[in-house]
């Protein structure tokens, strides 16, 4: 079975640009979730897809941050404009069902680097 | 204060140590709880789930106790490949997993 796949893996770019993360979640899992660790900090949740639905979006950061996951399969998640800031590693994780015994298999992660 | 706090380490144990980590969490709605492995520039991974009665894997141990809001996991015999920082994390009915910000072990020869 594949696992949680992401790209790209590293991102080099320059303040003010903008950089599509993409992420392919286990086939079959109906939740996606992206999560990002900046330097020093704890991994902090973004978002949770259901499906094509945004379940809960209340940690984007701001309105820089646009999320989609039309027809529910893969996910991307666009910086625009990229600030200093968003460097980090953004982690996206799937899970088949949502209820309290739910784990997150995670991707390897795309390294943000805003220049 | 955040959601879930875990001492920051980092530990530095011989092979063999017997080795605790301790974390609280501050939402008494929340569910569900585990521990996570993450090794250097390497994604999370479930190390294991965290149960009302405790439970054990090899020779790792986790605890809960609801009533303090307190999770610990116990590693004996370290090895070598349990050098990695290992993540608390809690699951809320919301959906939402809340991660601490991980306690570092190194394990030396």
């Known amino acids: 079975e594949a696992g949680v796949t992401q790209f790209p893996s590293h991102s080099v770019i320059e303040k003010g640009q903008t950089v599509t993360l993409r992420c392919d979640p286990i086939?079959?899992?109906?939740?996606l979730y992206w999560y990002r660790r900046v330097m020093g900090k704890e991994i902090k949740f973004l978002l949770h897809?259901?499906?094509?639905?945004?379940?809960?979006e209340s940690g984007m950061p701001n309105n820089r941050f646009l999320a989609e996951r039309t027809g529910g399969t893969y996910s991307t998640l666009k910086v625009q404009p990229a600030e200093l800031e968003d460097s980090g590693v953004y982690f996206c994780?799937?899970?088949?069902?949502?209820?309290?015994?739910?784990?997150?298999?995670f991707g390897a992660g795309s390294r943000l680097t805003v220049l | 204060r955040k959601e879930v706090e875990q001492d920051p380490g980092p530990f530095n144990v011989p092979e063999g140590a017997t080795v605790a980590f301790n974390c609280t969490y501050s939402?008494?709605?929340?569910?569900?709880f585990f521990w996570y492995r993450q090794d250097c520039r390497k994604e999370p991974k479930l190390l294991m789930s965290?149960?009302?009665s405790g439970n054990e894997d090899g020779r790792f141990t986790a605890q809960l106790n609801r009533a303090s809001q307190y999770i610990s996991l116990l590693i004996r015999d370290s090895k070598l490949s349990d050098s990695a920082t290992y993540l608390c994390?809690?699951?809320?009915?919301?959906?939402?997993?809340?991660f601490g910000d991980g306690t570092t072990l190194t394990v030396k020869p």
């Open positions: 965290v149960y009302s």
């Open positions: 086939s079959g899992h109906d939740n």
């Open positions: 994780a799937s899970s088949q069902d949502w209820d309290r015994l739910s784990f997150l298999t």
């Open positions: 994390v809690v699951n809320t009915n919301a959906g939402k997993s809340t």
């Open positions: 939402n008494s709605a929340s569910q569900s």
């Open positions: 897809f259901v499906k094509e639905s945004k379940q809960d």
